[in-house]
C-alpha cells in the first residue's frame, strides 16, 4: 500500500470513500481493530484482541452509534471462542471479512481510530499506514510500537483496559486532540521509506567499516 493520500480530490475522493464503505457494508461511525487472531489454528493472544473488545465495551457512546469494525475474516470465530456466541452476534460488532490490500487506505480513512495494543510486533506496520491516512492511532508501551508512533499516537499498557477506553473516549470526544494526532501521524509516516531505509542501512554499515 502506498503510504500517501490515494487523492488530493475532494470530491472523488468523497465517492471512492462512500464506494468501499458500501462495498464492505460499514457503518457511518467506527473504530478499527486489523489484528489478526490466528496464525493458523492458533490463537495469537499478543494481538491483544481481548482488551480491545473489554475497552470498546466500557466506552460510554452517547451517541449509540459506534462500532468496533474488526477487519480479519477470523474474527467472529475468536470471538465466539473466547467471549461467547452471544457477544460476537452483539450488534455493535462489525465483521467485513477480507478486505483486500488495495482498499485498506480507504478503510483507515473512514475509520474514527485504528485500535492496535499489541503486546509484542515485530514492526507493525498497520501503525505507519493509519498514520499515513490521517487515522488517529491508539497503541501499546510494549515492543516497538511506541518507537514506531513517537509522539503521533496515544501508548497505552496493553493490560490497562480503563487506560484504553480512556483514551478512546480522548479521541472521540475532543475534536482538537483528533486533527493534532491525525497531522502528527501524518507527519511522523513520511519518515518511513525505502530511501530513509536505505540511507540508514548505508550509514550503518559505514560505521561498522570505519
Known sequence: MSLV????????RSQLLKAIKQKYDLPDNFILSVAKPFQGDRLLPRKNIDNIVRSFLAFEDNSKT???????????EYITEVFGKELANDPRFVYPGWISHEDMPYIYSLAK???MPSYSE??????????ACGCPVITSTTSCCPEI????????????VKGLTFAI???????ELSKRFT???IK????YSWSNSAKKVIRIFGTVLE
Open 5 to 12: 493520500h490515494f487523492s488530493s480530490n475532494c470530491s472523488l
Open 66 to 76: 459506534l462500532k468496533l469494525v474488526l477487519a480479519d475474516n477470523r474474527c467472529y
Open 113 to 115: 481510530l485504528l485500535m
Open 122 to 131: 515485530s514492526f507493525g506496520l498497520p501503525l505507519v499506514e493509519a498514520m
Open 149 to 160: 508512533v513517537g509522539d503521533a499516537a496515544i501508548v497505552v499498557d496493553p493490560t490497562d
Open 169 to 175: 473516549s480522548s479521541i472521540l470526544t475532543d475534536q
Open 183 to 185: 497531522e502528527k501521524g
Open 188 to 191: 511522523k509516516a513520511s519518515e
